[in-house]
Protein backbone atom coordinates (compact mmCIF):
# COMPACT_ATOMS: atom_id res chain seq x y z
CA UNK A 1 0.00 0.00 0.00
CA UNK A 2 1.41 3.61 -0.99
CA UNK A 3 1.68 6.06 0.98
CA UNK A 4 -0.91 8.36 -0.71
CA UNK A 5 -3.44 5.46 0.27
CA UNK A 6 -2.27 4.98 3.94
CA UNK A 7 -4.64 8.24 4.80
CA UNK A 8 -7.38 6.01 4.35
CA UNK A 9 -8.31 3.94 7.63
CA UNK A 10 -9.00 0.20 6.72
CA UNK A 11 -12.76 -0.64 6.77
CA UNK A 12 -14.01 -3.99 7.94
CA UNK A 13 -16.94 -4.60 5.56
CA UNK A 14 -18.12 -2.78 2.72
CA UNK A 15 -16.76 -2.09 -0.68
CA UNK A 16 -14.24 -0.09 -2.20
CA UNK A 17 -14.16 1.28 -5.80
CA UNK A 18 -10.74 1.84 -6.89
CA UNK A 19 -9.38 2.74 -9.88
CA UNK A 20 -11.78 5.40 -10.53
CA UNK A 21 -11.29 8.13 -13.11
CA UNK A 22 -9.24 11.26 -11.87
CA UNK A 23 -12.03 13.73 -10.15
CA UNK A 24 -14.73 11.49 -10.60
CA UNK A 25 -14.63 9.74 -7.17
CA UNK A 26 -17.58 13.08 -5.97
CA UNK A 27 -19.65 11.64 -9.21
CA UNK A 28 -19.98 8.18 -8.05
CA UNK A 29 -21.10 9.41 -5.09
CA UNK A 30 -24.03 11.36 -6.77
CA UNK A 31 -24.85 7.69 -8.61
CA UNK A 32 -24.98 5.90 -5.07
CA UNK A 33 -27.37 8.69 -3.88
CA UNK A 34 -24.64 9.17 -1.27
CA UNK A 35 -25.03 12.50 0.33
CA UNK A 36 -23.16 11.81 4.03
CA UNK A 37 -26.72 12.45 5.01
CA UNK A 38 -26.93 8.54 5.51
CA UNK A 39 -24.48 7.98 8.10
CA UNK A 40 -22.32 5.44 6.20
CA UNK A 41 -18.67 5.76 6.84
CA UNK A 42 -16.76 6.46 3.68
CA UNK A 43 -13.91 7.52 2.98
CA UNK A 44 -12.91 8.99 -0.20
CA UNK A 45 -9.25 9.90 -2.06
CA UNK A 46 -9.08 12.09 -5.15
CA UNK A 47 -6.20 12.61 -7.43
CA UNK A 48 -4.28 9.80 -5.42
CA UNK A 49 -0.89 8.36 -7.84
CA UNK A 50 -1.46 5.38 -9.41
CA UNK A 51 0.83 2.94 -11.12
CA UNK A 52 -1.93 1.96 -13.28
CA UNK A 53 -3.37 5.32 -14.75
CA UNK A 54 -1.08 8.30 -13.38
CA UNK A 55 -3.82 9.15 -10.78
CA UNK A 56 -7.26 7.45 -9.67
CA UNK A 57 -9.78 8.25 -7.27
CA UNK A 58 -10.84 5.82 -4.50
CA UNK A 59 -14.22 5.72 -2.69
CA UNK A 60 -14.46 3.20 0.72
CA UNK A 61 -17.66 2.49 1.96
CA UNK A 62 -18.38 0.63 5.14
CA UNK A 63 -21.70 -1.18 5.59
CA UNK A 64 -22.91 -0.81 1.93
CA UNK A 65 -23.33 -2.79 -0.81
CA UNK A 66 -23.97 -2.33 -4.69
CA UNK A 67 -26.87 -3.12 -6.83
CA UNK A 68 -25.72 -3.97 -10.88
CA UNK A 69 -27.91 -1.22 -11.93
CA UNK A 70 -25.55 1.34 -9.76
CA UNK A 71 -22.20 -0.85 -11.20
CA UNK A 72 -23.71 -0.24 -14.39
CA UNK A 73 -23.79 3.43 -14.25
CA UNK A 74 -20.39 3.80 -12.76
CA UNK A 75 -18.68 1.85 -15.37
CA UNK A 76 -19.56 5.26 -17.74
CA UNK A 77 -17.73 7.61 -15.66
CA UNK A 78 -15.11 5.43 -14.20
CA UNK A 79 -14.54 2.65 -17.31
CA UNK A 80 -11.26 1.58 -15.18
CA UNK A 81 -13.13 1.25 -11.76
CA UNK A 82 -12.33 -2.11 -9.54
CA UNK A 83 -14.91 -3.12 -6.80
CA UNK A 84 -13.38 -4.56 -3.91
CA UNK A 85 -15.97 -6.75 -1.50
CA UNK A 86 -14.63 -6.33 1.48
CA UNK A 87 -15.30 -8.82 4.54
CA UNK A 88 -13.19 -8.91 7.68
CA UNK A 89 -11.10 -6.14 6.56
CA UNK A 90 -9.67 -8.71 3.37
CA UNK A 91 -11.01 -8.40 -0.25
CA UNK A 92 -13.13 -11.28 -0.51
CA UNK A 93 -14.43 -10.19 -4.46
CA UNK A 94 -12.80 -8.72 -7.01
CA UNK A 95 -15.03 -7.12 -9.90
CA UNK A 96 -13.37 -5.35 -12.97
CA UNK A 97 -15.33 -3.03 -14.63
CA UNK A 98 -15.96 -3.78 -18.45
CA UNK A 99 -17.41 -1.03 -20.61
CA UNK A 100 -20.39 -3.20 -23.22
CA UNK A 101 -20.46 -2.11 -26.76
CA UNK A 102 -24.48 -1.47 -26.18
CA UNK A 103 -26.16 0.41 -23.50
CA UNK A 104 -29.69 0.43 -22.68
CA UNK A 105 -31.53 2.06 -20.05
CA UNK A 106 -29.67 4.92 -18.97
CA UNK A 107 -28.01 7.62 -19.54
CA UNK A 108 -30.62 10.12 -20.92
CA UNK A 109 -29.82 10.92 -24.55
CA UNK A 110 -28.60 14.52 -24.84
CA UNK A 111 -30.69 15.71 -27.53
CA UNK A 112 -34.09 17.70 -26.04
CA UNK A 113 -35.84 16.64 -29.46
CA UNK A 114 -34.72 12.86 -29.47
CA UNK A 115 -38.12 10.58 -29.40
CA UNK A 116 -36.86 8.75 -25.83
CA UNK A 117 -37.19 12.41 -24.18
CA UNK A 118 -40.93 12.87 -25.00
CA UNK A 119 -42.67 10.64 -22.38
CA UNK A 120 -43.09 7.69 -24.68
CA UNK A 121 -42.46 4.48 -23.17
CA UNK A 122 -39.46 3.80 -24.34
CA UNK A 123 -35.98 3.24 -22.29
CA UNK A 124 -32.93 5.14 -24.36
CA UNK A 125 -30.70 2.66 -26.22
CA UNK A 126 -26.79 3.38 -27.36
CA UNK A 127 -23.79 2.80 -28.75
CA UNK A 128 -20.56 3.00 -27.28
CA UNK A 129 -19.05 4.56 -29.87
CA UNK A 130 -15.68 6.20 -27.97
CA UNK A 131 -14.69 4.66 -24.50
CA UNK A 132 -12.40 7.75 -22.75
CA UNK A 133 -13.42 10.03 -22.75
CA UNK A 134 -17.12 8.49 -23.41
CA UNK A 135 -19.16 9.07 -26.52
CA UNK A 136 -22.31 7.45 -26.68
CA UNK A 137 -24.57 7.39 -30.10
CA UNK A 138 -28.09 7.43 -29.53
CA UNK A 139 -29.89 4.48 -31.65
CA UNK A 140 -32.66 6.63 -31.90
CA UNK A 141 -31.98 9.79 -33.10
CA UNK A 142 -28.13 9.39 -33.84
CA UNK A 143 -27.10 12.26 -31.65
CA UNK A 144 -24.05 11.74 -29.49
CA UNK A 145 -24.11 12.06 -25.92
CA UNK A 146 -20.48 12.69 -24.52
CA UNK A 147 -18.92 11.83 -21.27
CA UNK A 148 -19.75 15.39 -20.17
CA UNK A 149 -23.44 15.44 -21.14
CA UNK A 150 -23.58 12.59 -18.62
CA UNK A 151 -21.96 14.17 -15.68
CA UNK A 152 -24.49 17.28 -16.45
CA UNK A 153 -27.05 14.25 -15.67
CA UNK A 154 -26.62 13.79 -12.00
CA UNK B 1 -30.55 -6.70 -53.14
CA UNK B 2 -33.94 -7.26 -50.57
CA UNK B 3 -35.90 -4.49 -49.83
CA UNK B 4 -38.79 -6.38 -49.13
CA UNK B 5 -40.38 -5.61 -46.02
CA UNK B 6 -37.44 -3.14 -45.34
CA UNK B 7 -37.83 -0.04 -43.46
CA UNK B 8 -36.29 2.92 -44.69
CA UNK B 9 -35.45 5.15 -41.48
CA UNK B 10 -32.36 6.95 -41.65
CA UNK B 11 -29.54 7.01 -44.47
CA UNK B 12 -26.97 5.66 -41.94
CA UNK B 13 -28.25 2.59 -42.36
CA UNK B 14 -27.69 2.21 -45.92
CA UNK B 15 -24.33 0.95 -47.36
CA UNK B 16 -23.53 2.58 -50.91
CA UNK B 17 -24.73 -0.84 -52.77
CA UNK B 18 -28.17 -0.11 -51.86
CA UNK B 19 -28.13 4.04 -52.13
CA UNK B 20 -27.11 2.86 -56.01
CA UNK B 21 -30.00 0.08 -56.51
CA UNK B 22 -32.27 2.38 -55.01
CA UNK B 23 -30.97 4.33 -58.03
CA UNK B 24 -30.52 2.28 -60.82
CA UNK B 25 -34.31 0.87 -59.67
CA UNK B 26 -35.51 4.41 -59.98
CA UNK B 27 -33.33 5.12 -63.82
CA UNK B 28 -35.34 1.66 -65.10
CA UNK B 29 -38.38 2.51 -63.65
CA UNK B 30 -38.11 6.12 -65.14
CA UNK B 31 -38.39 5.21 -68.30
CA UNK B 32 -41.26 2.68 -67.79
CA UNK B 33 -43.08 3.67 -65.14
CA UNK B 34 -46.54 2.72 -66.92
CA UNK B 35 -45.87 -1.00 -66.74
CA UNK B 36 -46.36 -0.76 -63.14
CA UNK B 37 -49.47 1.00 -62.65
CA UNK B 38 -51.02 -1.71 -61.52
CA UNK B 39 -48.60 -3.27 -59.00
CA UNK B 40 -49.53 -1.92 -55.94
CA UNK B 41 -53.38 -2.21 -56.53
CA UNK B 42 -53.94 -4.57 -53.17
CA UNK B 43 -52.03 -1.98 -50.81
CA UNK B 44 -52.84 0.49 -48.74
CA UNK B 45 -50.10 2.85 -47.80
CA UNK B 46 -51.10 5.06 -44.00
CA UNK B 47 -49.20 8.24 -44.51
CA UNK B 48 -49.04 9.79 -40.42
CA UNK B 49 -47.73 13.21 -40.71
CA UNK B 50 -47.40 14.58 -37.36
CA UNK B 51 -45.97 17.74 -38.76
CA UNK B 52 -47.35 19.48 -42.28
CA UNK B 53 -45.87 18.94 -45.16
CA UNK B 54 -47.80 19.74 -48.21
CA UNK B 55 -44.82 18.60 -50.49
CA UNK B 56 -43.52 15.18 -48.93
CA UNK B 57 -47.30 14.24 -48.87
CA UNK B 58 -48.38 14.43 -52.10
CA UNK B 59 -45.07 13.02 -53.34
CA UNK B 60 -45.43 10.08 -51.38
CA UNK B 61 -49.43 9.87 -52.08
CA UNK B 62 -48.76 10.45 -56.54
CA UNK B 63 -46.21 7.57 -56.04
CA UNK B 64 -48.56 5.20 -53.94
CA UNK B 65 -51.28 6.01 -56.79
CA UNK B 66 -49.71 5.98 -59.51
CA UNK B 67 -48.65 1.89 -58.73
CA UNK B 68 -52.32 1.27 -58.28
CA UNK B 69 -52.26 1.61 -54.37
CA UNK B 70 -54.22 3.67 -51.82
CA UNK B 71 -53.89 5.86 -49.23
CA UNK B 72 -55.27 6.36 -45.82
CA UNK B 73 -53.75 8.76 -42.97
CA UNK B 74 -53.55 12.11 -41.23
CA UNK B 75 -51.74 15.59 -41.31
CA UNK B 76 -51.45 18.22 -38.69
CA UNK B 77 -52.77 21.29 -39.76
CA UNK B 78 -50.50 23.67 -41.28
CA UNK B 79 -48.62 25.55 -38.40
CA UNK B 80 -49.11 22.59 -35.98
CA UNK B 81 -47.95 19.30 -34.40
CA UNK B 82 -50.27 16.40 -33.48
CA UNK B 83 -47.49 14.80 -31.71
CA UNK B 84 -48.13 16.79 -27.89
CA UNK B 85 -49.95 14.38 -25.68
CA UNK B 86 -50.06 11.32 -28.48
CA UNK B 87 -48.42 7.94 -27.89
CA UNK B 88 -47.04 7.60 -31.40
CA UNK B 89 -45.93 3.88 -30.10
CA UNK B 90 -50.07 2.86 -30.05
CA UNK B 91 -51.11 5.09 -32.92
CA UNK B 92 -48.59 2.69 -35.45
CA UNK B 93 -49.92 -0.21 -33.47
CA UNK B 94 -53.73 1.09 -34.48
CA UNK B 95 -52.28 1.65 -38.01
CA UNK B 96 -50.50 -1.26 -38.77
CA UNK B 97 -53.82 -3.18 -38.84
CA UNK B 98 -55.32 -1.04 -41.54
CA UNK B 99 -51.81 -0.93 -44.02
CA UNK B 100 -49.26 -2.42 -45.45
CA UNK B 101 -46.54 0.41 -44.86
CA UNK B 102 -46.32 3.56 -43.11
CA UNK B 103 -44.96 7.11 -44.03
CA UNK B 104 -43.91 8.74 -40.91
CA UNK B 105 -43.29 12.40 -40.57
CA UNK B 106 -42.66 13.53 -36.87
CA UNK B 107 -41.24 16.62 -35.10
CA UNK B 108 -38.65 14.46 -33.00
CA UNK B 109 -35.72 12.69 -33.83
CA UNK B 110 -35.67 9.14 -34.26
CA UNK B 111 -39.54 8.61 -34.29
CA UNK B 112 -39.45 6.68 -37.20
CA UNK B 113 -36.91 4.29 -35.53
CA UNK B 114 -39.37 3.89 -32.70
CA UNK B 115 -42.29 3.13 -35.02
CA UNK B 116 -40.30 0.81 -36.56
CA UNK B 117 -39.08 -0.66 -33.72
CA UNK B 118 -43.10 -1.87 -32.88
CA UNK B 119 -44.89 -2.55 -35.86
CA UNK B 120 -43.79 -5.67 -38.34
CA UNK B 121 -44.87 -3.84 -41.65
CA UNK B 122 -42.14 -1.84 -42.81
CA UNK B 123 -41.70 2.19 -41.89
CA UNK B 124 -40.32 5.20 -44.08
CA UNK B 125 -39.48 7.90 -42.65
CA UNK B 126 -40.73 11.13 -44.34
CA UNK B 127 -38.81 13.93 -42.51
CA UNK B 128 -38.40 13.16 -38.72
CA UNK B 129 -36.71 15.52 -36.26
CA UNK B 130 -34.33 18.35 -37.47
CA UNK B 131 -32.16 15.91 -39.23
CA UNK B 132 -33.30 12.98 -41.04
CA UNK B 133 -35.47 13.07 -44.23
CA UNK B 134 -34.10 9.95 -46.44
CA UNK B 135 -35.81 10.19 -49.28
CA UNK B 136 -35.13 13.61 -50.12
CA UNK B 137 -31.42 12.78 -49.63
CA UNK B 138 -32.15 9.65 -52.18
CA UNK B 139 -33.99 11.58 -54.60
CA UNK B 140 -30.97 14.28 -54.08
CA UNK B 141 -28.36 11.62 -55.40
CA UNK B 142 -30.66 10.74 -57.88
CA UNK B 143 -31.53 14.22 -59.85
CA UNK B 144 -27.61 14.54 -59.20
CA UNK B 145 -26.84 11.38 -61.33
CA UNK B 146 -29.55 11.90 -63.43
CA UNK B 147 -28.53 16.07 -64.13
CA UNK B 148 -24.80 14.88 -64.29
CA UNK B 149 -24.19 10.81 -65.17
CA UNK B 150 -22.10 10.18 -61.94
CA UNK B 151 -22.14 11.71 -58.32
CA UNK B 152 -18.29 10.59 -57.87
CA UNK B 153 -16.01 12.93 -58.98
CA UNK B 154 -17.92 15.79 -58.71
CA UNK B 155 -17.71 19.27 -56.38
CA UNK B 156 -20.78 19.63 -54.66
CA UNK B 157 -21.99 22.73 -52.75
CA UNK B 158 -24.19 22.73 -50.01
CA UNK B 159 -25.35 26.81 -49.13
CA UNK B 160 -27.73 28.28 -46.47
CA UNK B 161 -28.41 27.11 -43.36
CA UNK B 162 -26.48 24.24 -42.91
CA UNK B 163 -27.36 23.87 -39.31
CA UNK B 164 -30.79 23.47 -38.96
CA UNK B 165 -31.72 22.53 -42.60
CA UNK B 166 -33.79 19.44 -42.53
CA UNK B 167 -32.07 17.73 -45.63
CA UNK B 168 -28.42 18.91 -45.15
CA UNK B 169 -27.65 16.21 -42.30
CA UNK B 170 -29.07 13.31 -44.50
CA UNK B 171 -27.84 14.71 -47.79
CA UNK B 172 -24.23 15.11 -46.63
CA UNK B 173 -24.02 11.81 -44.89
CA UNK B 174 -25.26 10.29 -48.51
CA UNK B 175 -22.99 12.18 -50.28
CA UNK B 176 -20.22 11.05 -47.97
CA UNK B 177 -20.69 7.83 -49.52
CA UNK B 178 -19.26 8.56 -52.77
CA UNK B 179 -15.77 10.08 -54.01
CA UNK B 180 -16.93 13.86 -53.76
CA UNK B 181 -15.78 17.38 -52.78
CA UNK B 182 -17.81 18.66 -50.81
CA UNK B 183 -18.13 22.56 -50.70
CA UNK B 184 -20.01 24.03 -47.62
CA UNK B 185 -21.35 28.07 -48.04
CA UNK B 186 -23.52 29.39 -45.05
CA UNK B 187 -23.03 32.15 -42.64
CA UNK B 188 -20.30 31.77 -39.70
CA UNK B 189 -23.41 31.64 -37.69
CA UNK B 190 -24.65 28.30 -39.68
CA UNK B 191 -21.55 26.38 -40.56
CA UNK B 192 -22.43 22.14 -40.27
CA UNK B 193 -22.66 20.91 -37.36
CA UNK B 194 -19.12 19.69 -35.66
CA UNK B 195 -20.89 16.27 -35.26
CA UNK B 196 -21.81 16.05 -39.25
CA UNK B 197 -17.94 17.32 -39.94
CA UNK B 198 -16.28 14.52 -37.88
CA UNK B 199 -18.07 11.99 -39.76
CA UNK B 200 -17.21 13.69 -42.94
CA UNK B 201 -13.90 13.38 -41.40
CA UNK B 202 -14.46 9.82 -40.52
CA UNK B 203 -15.47 8.96 -44.44
CA UNK B 204 -12.64 10.95 -45.75
CA UNK B 205 -14.57 13.40 -47.77
CA UNK B 206 -12.75 16.75 -48.62
CA UNK B 207 -14.06 19.86 -47.26
CA UNK B 208 -13.85 23.11 -48.20
CA UNK B 209 -15.63 25.71 -45.88
CA UNK B 210 -16.63 29.80 -46.78
CA UNK B 211 -19.22 31.88 -46.47
CA UNK B 212 -18.73 33.39 -49.33
CA UNK B 213 -20.02 31.90 -52.35
CA UNK B 214 -17.86 34.25 -55.25
CA UNK B 215 -15.10 32.22 -53.70
CA UNK B 216 -15.80 29.10 -55.13
CA UNK B 217 -18.60 29.21 -57.20
CA UNK B 218 -16.42 28.52 -60.66
CA UNK B 219 -15.07 25.46 -59.12
CA UNK B 220 -18.57 23.58 -58.72
CA UNK B 221 -20.26 21.40 -60.16
CA UNK B 222 -23.72 21.07 -57.96
CA UNK B 223 -25.29 23.96 -55.55
CA UNK B 224 -27.70 22.72 -53.49
CA UNK B 225 -29.63 25.32 -52.25
CA UNK B 226 -31.29 25.87 -48.83
CA UNK B 227 -33.49 28.06 -46.98
CA UNK B 228 -32.10 30.77 -44.96
CA UNK B 229 -35.05 30.97 -41.68
CA UNK B 230 -35.49 34.54 -40.56
CA UNK B 231 -36.65 32.47 -36.66
CA UNK B 232 -32.91 31.95 -36.28
CA UNK B 233 -31.95 35.40 -36.45
CA UNK B 234 -32.12 37.21 -33.10
CA UNK B 235 -31.18 40.42 -34.79
CA UNK B 236 -33.45 41.11 -37.76
CA UNK B 237 -31.08 43.87 -39.69
CA UNK B 238 -28.20 41.04 -39.25
CA UNK B 239 -31.14 38.29 -41.07
CA UNK B 240 -31.20 40.98 -44.01
CA UNK B 241 -27.61 41.31 -44.55
CA UNK B 242 -27.13 37.33 -45.03
CA UNK B 243 -30.48 36.86 -47.32
CA UNK B 244 -28.77 39.22 -49.66
CA UNK B 245 -25.56 37.99 -49.93
CA UNK B 246 -26.78 34.39 -50.03
CA UNK B 247 -29.36 34.91 -53.25
CA UNK B 248 -29.01 33.35 -56.18
CA UNK B 249 -29.42 36.06 -58.97
CA UNK B 250 -27.90 35.48 -62.68
CA UNK B 251 -24.78 38.06 -61.44
CA UNK B 252 -24.25 35.12 -58.93
CA UNK B 253 -23.84 32.56 -61.58
CA UNK B 254 -21.36 34.91 -63.99
CA UNK B 255 -18.34 32.64 -63.11
CA UNK B 256 -20.13 29.84 -62.64
CA UNK B 257 -19.51 26.25 -64.92
CA UNK B 258 -21.50 25.97 -67.88
CA UNK B 259 -23.18 22.79 -66.59
CA UNK B 260 -23.73 23.88 -62.80
CA UNK B 261 -26.54 22.37 -61.62
CA UNK B 262 -28.63 24.17 -58.94
CA UNK B 263 -30.92 22.22 -56.83
CA UNK B 264 -33.00 23.35 -53.58
CA UNK B 265 -35.77 20.84 -51.84
CA UNK B 266 -38.10 23.23 -52.14
CA UNK B 267 -40.48 25.64 -51.29
CA UNK B 268 -38.01 28.22 -52.22
CA UNK B 269 -38.72 31.57 -51.04
CA UNK B 270 -35.74 34.37 -52.07
CA UNK B 271 -33.27 32.50 -51.85
CA UNK B 272 -33.36 31.93 -55.92
CA UNK B 273 -34.15 34.41 -58.07
CA UNK B 274 -37.20 33.91 -60.44
CA UNK B 275 -35.31 34.63 -63.65
CA UNK B 276 -32.66 31.73 -62.73
CA UNK B 277 -35.44 29.52 -63.26
CA UNK B 278 -34.95 30.11 -67.24
CA UNK B 279 -31.47 28.91 -67.28
CA UNK B 280 -30.26 25.59 -67.96
CA UNK B 281 -28.48 25.74 -64.10
CA UNK B 282 -31.89 24.94 -62.56
CA UNK B 283 -33.31 21.67 -61.74
CA UNK B 284 -35.21 21.86 -58.68
CA UNK B 285 -38.63 21.64 -60.44
CA UNK B 286 -37.56 18.75 -62.35
CA UNK B 287 -36.16 17.39 -58.99
CA UNK B 288 -39.99 16.97 -58.11
CA UNK B 289 -40.57 14.77 -60.73
CA UNK B 290 -37.68 12.84 -59.49
CA UNK B 291 -38.53 12.56 -56.44
CA UNK B 292 -41.75 10.80 -57.25
CA UNK B 293 -39.91 8.67 -59.25
CA UNK B 294 -37.74 7.63 -56.32
CA UNK B 295 -40.28 7.25 -54.04
CA UNK B 296 -42.36 5.14 -56.28
CA UNK B 297 -39.00 2.65 -56.65
CA UNK B 298 -39.02 2.52 -52.85
CA UNK B 299 -42.49 1.49 -52.84
CA UNK B 300 -42.07 -1.12 -55.19
CA UNK B 301 -38.91 -2.54 -53.55
CA UNK B 302 -40.41 -2.78 -50.16
CA UNK B 303 -43.33 -4.56 -51.56
CA UNK B 304 -41.15 -6.70 -52.78
CA UNK B 305 -41.20 -5.91 -56.42
CA UNK B 306 -37.54 -5.95 -59.11
CA UNK B 307 -37.88 -3.36 -60.81
CA UNK B 308 -35.78 -4.50 -64.32
N1 LIG C 1 -9.93 -3.53 4.65
C1 LIG C 1 -9.76 -2.59 3.77
N2 LIG C 1 -10.18 -1.32 4.05
C2 LIG C 1 -10.02 -0.34 3.14
N3 LIG C 1 -9.46 -0.50 1.91
C3 LIG C 1 -9.02 -1.72 1.58
C4 LIG C 1 -9.14 -2.81 2.48
N4 LIG C 1 -8.62 -3.89 1.87
C5 LIG C 1 -8.20 -3.46 0.63
N5 LIG C 1 -8.44 -2.16 0.46
C6 LIG C 1 -8.19 -1.36 -0.75
O1 LIG C 1 -8.89 -1.98 -1.80
C7 LIG C 1 -8.16 -1.90 -3.03
C8 LIG C 1 -7.92 -3.28 -3.57
O2 LIG C 1 -7.14 -4.00 -2.67
P1 LIG C 1 -6.09 -5.10 -3.16
O3 LIG C 1 -5.42 -5.64 -1.94
O4 LIG C 1 -6.79 -6.03 -4.07
O5 LIG C 1 -5.05 -4.18 -3.91
P2 LIG C 1 -4.30 -4.40 -5.31
O6 LIG C 1 -3.58 -5.69 -5.27
O7 LIG C 1 -3.54 -3.14 -5.58
O8 LIG C 1 -5.52 -4.51 -6.32
P3 LIG C 1 -5.61 -3.97 -7.82
O9 LIG C 1 -4.90 -4.92 -8.68
O10 LIG C 1 -7.10 -3.96 -8.08
O11 LIG C 1 -5.05 -2.58 -7.83
C9 LIG C 1 -6.90 -1.17 -2.68
O12 LIG C 1 -7.09 0.22 -3.00
C10 LIG C 1 -6.76 -1.34 -1.18
O13 LIG C 1 -6.09 -0.21 -0.62
MG1 LIG D 1 -3.70 -1.33 -6.67
ZN1 LIG E 1 -31.53 10.31 -28.88
Known sequence: ?154 | MDFKNKSIISIRDMKREEIDYIIKSAEILHENWRNYTNYLSDKILGTLFFEPSTRTRISFETAMKRLGGMVVGFSAPEGSSLAKGENLIDTVRVVENYCDAIVLRHPLEGAARLAAKYVKIPVINAGTGAEEHPTQALLDLYTIFKEKGTIDGLNIALLGDLKYGRTIHSLTYALSNYKVKLTLVSPPLMKIREEIMEDLRNNKIEVKETSNLDDVISEIDVLYVTRIQRERFADPTEYERVKGSYRIELKTLKNAKKDLIIMHPLPRLEEISQEVDYTNHAVYFKQVKYGLIVRMAILLLIFGFEIK
Open chain 1, 1 to 154: MSEQELRIRKIRNGTVIDHITAGNALNVMKILGLTGKEGLVISVAINVPSSKYGRKDILKIEERELKQDEVNKIILIAPNATINIIKDYQVIDKKRLKLPAELKGFPKCVNPNCITNSGEPVETEFYVIQNEPLRLRCKYCQRVTSQDDIFKQF
